[in-house]
């Protein structure tokens, strides 16, 4: 099992910025892919980034690349999502997940059924 704990939300202004934290416990090394996902009062869960444990390669939205960048920091077992150029839209409840799927690819679009594992997600809000 593994336990996952998001932090680093909170309020700001538009063009401003963020960095949300997402803390691994557990079985931390059976982790292959993390990823982050937000959602809105009566939308889906969207995937909005995702990175291999084990290197740097990343996929990112349409509605977030350029401006929120996905990293990691394996020896803490801490997963991070830097916020630049905060828009009113990115409001929302953020999540990080994580899959320990050796066969999955990692680094294309991810949809909530691919991760097993969740946290219990921070809110961000923008305002205008």
């Known amino acids: 099992q593994v336990q996952l704990v998001e932090s680093g939300g909170g309020s700001v202004q538009a063009g401003g910025s963020l960095r949300l934290s997402c803390a691994a416990s557990?079985?931390?090394?059976?982790?292959?892919?993390m990823g982050w996902f937000r959602q809105t009062p009566g939308k889906e869960r969207e995937g909005i980034a995702s990175?291999?444990?084990?290197?740097?390669?990343?996929f990112y939205a349409v509605s977030v690349e350029g401006r929120f960048t996905i990293s990691h920091d394996n020896a803490k077992n801490m997963l991070y999502l830097q916020m630049n150029t905060l828009k009113p839209e990115d409001t929302a409840i953020y999540y990080c997940a994580a899959d320990s799927n050796r066969l999955r690819l990692c680094a294309v679009p991810r949809v909530v059924p691919d991760f097993p594992y969740w946290g219990q997600g921070t809110q961000v809000t923008v305002s205008s």
């Open positions: 557990g079985y931390a090394a059976s982790i292959r892919c």
């Open positions: 990175i291999y444990a084990n290197s740097s390669s990343a």
